[in-house]
């Protein structure tokens, strides 16, 4: 009962944008987007989230389309330590509406490709 | 500021038999997530523990149960062990906006 899809799998090259894509067509007013990376069996890793503005941190960009309907992750320069399985999550925040329960979907295994 | 831990790290059983694995949240957060990851596979949600109460479950039969202590720290139970239930155990701990994971106990049964 994920709330979001994402592709299976996507190949990058070294040294270019991987651009991830996350479709979250129900979600709701006061749920916030966030994308976290695992690698190789350790525990996920918090990359970024937003709300509906497009957000940018030391490790990658959020881009939200106007509707929040779907967003993207993009990290700029994939490097091969960034091979991992990226999930997309959609969540409320305990500030704005309490709390629920957290899915996490199957991800995408992104590939950077020397 | 210490992150979460789980132990054991590694847990060897065999089929009928019982785990027990432990997660310790990050000091102040009250709430406790439990998945499993089986191999290749994404995470599977199966407990949500909040302020000591069971808040939700996922759809996972009732030999996996679970506690949360007054010092918001887990215990994970999974009674009757069959092979399938080889996986990585994850506990994130949330304090209500984010979710920070430990590095999981590796369960294998035998």
């Known amino acids: 009962d994920a709330k979001t899809t994402q592709p299976p799998s996507m190949d990058c090259a070294e040294g270019r944008a991987a651009n991830l894509p996350c479709n979250h067509s129900?979600?709701?007013?006061?749920?916030?987007v966030y994308w976290y990376r695992q690698i190789h069996s350790q525990g996920p890793q918090y990359i970024i989230h937003?709300?509906?503005n497009n957000e940018t941190n030391e490790m990658a960009s959020l881009i939200i389309t106007e509707d929040r309907k779907s967003s993207t992750l993009i990290l700029p320069h994939a490097t091969l330590r960034d091979t991992a399985v990226y999930y997309c999550?959609?969540?409320?925040?305990?500030?704005?509406?309490?709390?629920?329960?957290?899915?996490f979907g199957t991800g995408t295994k992104l590939q950077v490709i020397p | 500021e210490a992150g979460v831990t789980q132990s054991p790290t590694h847990l060897i059983k065999t089929r009928g038999q019982q785990a027990t694995l432990r997660c310790s949240p990050i000091?102040?957060?009250?709430?406790v997530y439990w998945y499993q990851q089986a191999l290749g596979l994404g995470l599977q949600f199966l407990l949500w523990?909040?302020?000591?109460?069971?808040?939700n479950r996922g759809n996972f039969p009732p030999r996996f149960s679970g506690r949360q202590f007054p010092n918001y720290s887990s215990e994970l139970n999974v009674n009757a062990l069959e092979l399938e239930d080889s996986a990585l155990y994850l506990c994130?701990?949330?304090?209500?906006?984010?979710?920070?994971f430990g590095p999981g106990t590796r369960l294998t049964v035998l």
């Open positions: 000091s102040g957060h009250t709430s």
């Open positions: 937003g709300l509906k």
């Open positions: 994130a701990s949330d304090p209500g906006n984010e979710q920070f």
């Open positions: 999550i959609v969540r409320v925040r305990a500030n704005s509406g309490g709390y629920q329960k957290v899915t």
């Open positions: 523990y909040d302020e000591g109460e069971e808040r």
């Open positions: 129900t979600i709701s007013g006061n749920e916030y």
